[in-house]
Structures are given as structure tokens and as C-alpha cells.
């Protein structure tokens, strides 16, 4: 994997750095995320917020003009005593309506994250297959994981946070000009300096959390295929380079965190200086002021608590400020993703499918899955309900591409696919896929129990229904003989199962169905010749009354079809029984005699 050819191998064309304007109406649409819970959990939130903002504004002016202007100056230390006692039930009340705001607050995000990330999940899920043919699995698995996390501490603590900062400043704002407009006019003039030096950052910022995305997309998305193909890299000992492709990888997601994070900190220290700042111009002006009687020594004091309360929200809304910005670059990926409509639309008004016969008609079709080749070009045929097809050629033919148009994970790019004589887009997506049944050669098991994955197809199943349908293919036997039968737990892609194991599943998940239309894609290449001879038995079964395609490159198992067709680079060179067509002695004999010198030269 050493080399550039290597590394633009984990690179995917929509994991780039987006260089837009910060998008406001992309904020608000984020921001409705929160609109389920207006009536609940946010007036909570915020009456707890108003509490705590009030409290904290109230006490320095308990301390400096009550305490030190009329108690201590006056000796009054009755009022003392009672200013002390307040100022502690004020901390009491200031402590719980923050605890609560707090935990308000958090519930509230942790809700918006869920319901952020099951609105991406479930819309991925109804997106069509051009959609992951561009996409890697790890290039996905970033934007639901990564770039929704990243929302967390805007949800959490940035939007209540953020209102809580806002409305203390404005009422310091107030308090220290009703106190004395000049000595605050004085503090306050470093504000548009730091001001105007944040705002310099901001772009920086966000194209440097954008660039932490995309490199962490780029991590994921090798992850993801070193796993998966782990037993093809130790095959080809390959170890060493995809070590260290994965340090190269791992290093650039770092030094972008670095870059990041460094520029994300640079903000906290000019909040720093400029405290700094008005604390000096404070101490001088302030006392210059006491010397002239414009303000008392409680007044200085009051005004030196509320600079203290200044900083800490700037420098907060310093932060969220930066937390949106990481928010705005994950948004960004995420509602790309939200926004991506499916190729393969459902009609609204669409079909349903009753009465289903089972015939499919292909019209002059063609299609292409880039601009560059068809890899169908003018398919016509009229498949009779009930009968067993069969489609033959090499690999590239347009075999699957005819399933695919089928089963109608794409649609035609000329001509029409027809069910019954309906357009397949004008019936029911989910109707029509219901009522077309595919077996793969890549059986995909999922993790679970052997009886959930064979339900999988019909989740109402009953366990007898689910045995009944083992049986009758042929699975019983090994299922039985696992530590558990039929209860036995497998992992993600079922490695404790052999691959005619697996692929014996995915035939009784099928039978289950009970579709009406039947798709067997090189359905039996990974089975050996004793299981063959099982399915092939079991295969009388589950292809009657219903209308079959098989694609085989194995062609002694479509020896019986009703119908062989013979694809040559997306088009349609024979077609007939299998005598018919080694009468011909055309391609098809060809085929068929290459395989068996195959077999003559193994034995």
C-alpha cells in the first residue's frame, strides 16, 4: 500500500474541506432539532438559567454598596449580619438552580444527539445503492459516530450556556453603567480590540476542525477495510504495509487535531490579556476616581467583582463560539448526507402489488452506471410467471446489472422494466421488493441467533415457521448440531460458520420470505459438491410457483431451466433450453465445453 496510488485509496471525494461562509440558515435548521422539547425540558432549562443569572448579579452589589458602602462604613453590623445570610442563601439557591440547569441541560442534548443520529440512520437507509457504490463503509460510520458526537457539547452546554452568558453581560453591562458610566466606559474599551483580533480567527478555526474531519473520515474508512479484508492482508503478508499506511494515516489525523486544537486555544489567552488590561485600567482609573469622591471604595469593589463575572462568559462564549464552528463543519457533512435523495425515488401516488402473477418484461432496455459504458444496451425479454430462468456469459456481461433493474436498486437509463405489465417506478418500492426474493454469493449473516437470521426476511415469523423452512432446504442438520441449535449466537458475518453453512441460511431466509419473484446470484459458487447436491434438492422446492432467475458460471446447475439467456458485454447474443442451445453450438457450447475441459484437465 506504500506509495500515492496507495494513499488515494482511503481518500473519498466527499471528505474535503468546505470552503463556504458560515452558514446561519444551516444553524437554525440544526437548531430545530430542539423543537420537540420547547414545551418541556427547555422552559426548565432556562427558568433554572434566569434563577442562577439573577442571583449571581444581585450578590456584588450586596457586597460592595450594601456591605462596604452602608454596613461597614455606617458600623451597622446588624445589617451586616443579615447581608451575610443572605449573600449565603443566595449561594444555596445560585448552587441548586445551577445543578439543576446542569442537568437539564445535559438530558436536553443527549436527547437532540439521539434524535439527530436515528434521523441520519434512518435516512440512510432508504437511500439507493449509487449512493454506497461512492461511498466506503467507514466514510458512513464518521458521520453517524464522529461528526454527530460533535454536537454534543453544542446541545449540552452551548445553546442554554450560551443565553445564560449573553444575559449575564448585558446586566453587568447595565449594573456597571448605572454604578458609573466612566469607570466602565474604561474597563470596557479593550472589548473591541479582542473583539476585532477573534474575529480574525474564526475562519481559521473552522477550516481547521473541517480538515480534522475529513482526516478522521480518511482513519475510519482504512480501519474499516483493514478489518474487513484482515485475512487477505495476512494472506499476501502484507502486514508491514498496512502498518504503516495506518501510522501515515494516523499521524496526518493528529497533526490536523494538533493544528486544530492549537489554533483553538490561541483565543483563551487573548481573553487572558485582555482581563488583564481592564483589571490595570480599573486599579488606576478606579482609584483616580475614589480620590476625586466620583464613587465609593463599595462601588470599586462591586465593579471589581463584575469585571471578575465579565471575562468568564466572553472567554465561554469564546468557546462556544469554537464548538459551533466544529458543529457547523460536522453539520455540514451531515446534512449532505440528510439532503442526499434517493436515485431510485417512490412515487407517491405508487402501485401497490396484489394478486402478484410474476411475469417481468424487459423493454429495449440499456443502462449505465457511469457516463462512460453501458453495461446494458437494448435488453428485451418476456419472463412467463412460474417459470426458471436462467442468465449465463463472463464476467461483466450485465448477469447482475439485469438483477439489480429487477429488484430495482436502479433504475433503467432507457427503455422500461415491467412487473405484470406495470412499470416497476410506478409500483410500490418497498411492495415490490417484498415480493422479489435475492440470494447472493456474499451471504451476510448477522450477529444474533441462527433463528434471527433466517427470520430476517419475515420477522413474524414463529419458530416453527423458521424450522419448517430449515428443514425443507437442508439447514436442520448442521443447525442441530451446533452447541445451541438453532439459539446458537453468531458474530457479525457468521465466522463460525462454514461458507455453504451461511449460504444454506440465506436459501431457508429466503423459503421463509415466500417471494414471489426469485433471484439466485451465483447463489451455490461457494458450495462444495456434497452440499450442492443437497440444495440442488431443495432448490425443486423453493423455485415452485415462483418465477426464477438464476445467474450461474456453474452452468451444471441451470441444466433444467425453462430459459437460457446468453449475455455478451451488456447485450443478448443467444437465448434458448440448454439443447437448444448446444444444438447452436454457439457461445453457450463454447461455455459449457470449456468447463468441462476444466474439470478434465483437474481430474
Sequence with gaps: MAGGAAKERF???????????????????????????????????????????AVRLIIPIIIGVYAFDRA????????????????????????ASNWYRIKTTNELGQYVIHDLRESLFNHIQYLSHRFFDSRSAGSILVRII??????QDL???????????????????????????????AVLLVIPLMFFISTKLRRSIRRAWQKVRMKMSKLNSHLNESIQGIRVTQSFTQEEENRAYF?????????????????????????????????????????????QGSIEIGTFVSFAF???????????????YNQLLVAMASSERIFEFLDEQPNVPNKKDAAGMKNVRGTIDFDDVEFSYNATRKALKGISFHIPAGETWALVGHTGSGKTTIANLISRFYDATA??????????????????????????????VFSGTIMDNIRFGKPNASDEEVMHAARAIGADAFIQGLPDGYHTEVEERGNILSVGERQLLSFARALLSDPKILILDEAT?????????????????????RTSIIIAHRLSTIRDADHIVVLNEGEIVEQGNHQQLMELRGRYFDLVLSQYNALDEIS
Design 525 to 545: 459458487a461457494s458450495i462444495d459438491t456434497e452440499t450442492e447436491v443437497v440444495i440442488q434438492t431443495a432448490l425443486k422446492q423453493l423455485l415452485k410457483g
Design 146 to 151: 464522529n461528526d454527530v458526537n460533535s454536537m
Design 155 to 185: 446541545f449540552t452546554n452551548g445553546v442554554i450556556n450560551t443565553l445564560m452568558d449573553i444575559a449575564t453581560l448585558i446586566g453587568i453591562f447595565v449594573i456597571l453603567f448605572v454604578l458609573s458610566p466612566p469607570l466602565a466606559i
Design 247 to 291: 501510522n501515515g494515516v494516523n499521524i496526518e489525523n493528529f497533526l490536523a487535531w494538533k493544528e486544530a486544537t492549537r489554533k483553538n486555544a490561541m483565543f483563551r489567552p487573548f481573553v487572558d490579556l485582555s482581563n488583564a488590561v481592564g483589571s490595570a485600567i480599573l486599579i488606576w482609573f478606579g482609584v483616580f476616581l475614589i480620590h
Design 306 to 320: 463584575y469585571l471578575g463575572m465579565f471575562w468568564g462568559p466572553i472567554s465561554r462564549l469564546g468557546q462556544v
Design 11 to 53: 481518500f473519498y471525494p466527499e471528505d474535503r474541506v468546505i470552503e463556504k461562509p458560515f452558514n446561519w440558515k444551516q444553524l437554525v435548521r440544526l437548531l430545530n432539532y430542539l423543537g420537540p422539547y420547547v414545551r418541556t425540558l427547555i422552559p426548565k432549562a432556562i427558568a433554572a438559567m434566569v434563577i442562577t443569572t
Design 415 to 444: 427503455g422500461q422494466v415491467r412487473f405484470d405489465g406495470i412499470d416497476v417506478r410506478d409500483i410500490d418500492l418497498r411492495e415490490l421488493r417484498a415480493s422479489v426474493g435475492t440470494v447472493i454469493q456474499e451471504t451476510y
Design 72 to 95: 461597614i462604613a455606617n458600623k451597622n453590623y446588624t445589617l451586616l449580619y443579615w447581608l451575610v445570610g443572605i449573600t449565603g442563601v443566595l449561594y444555596c439557591v445560585s448552587f
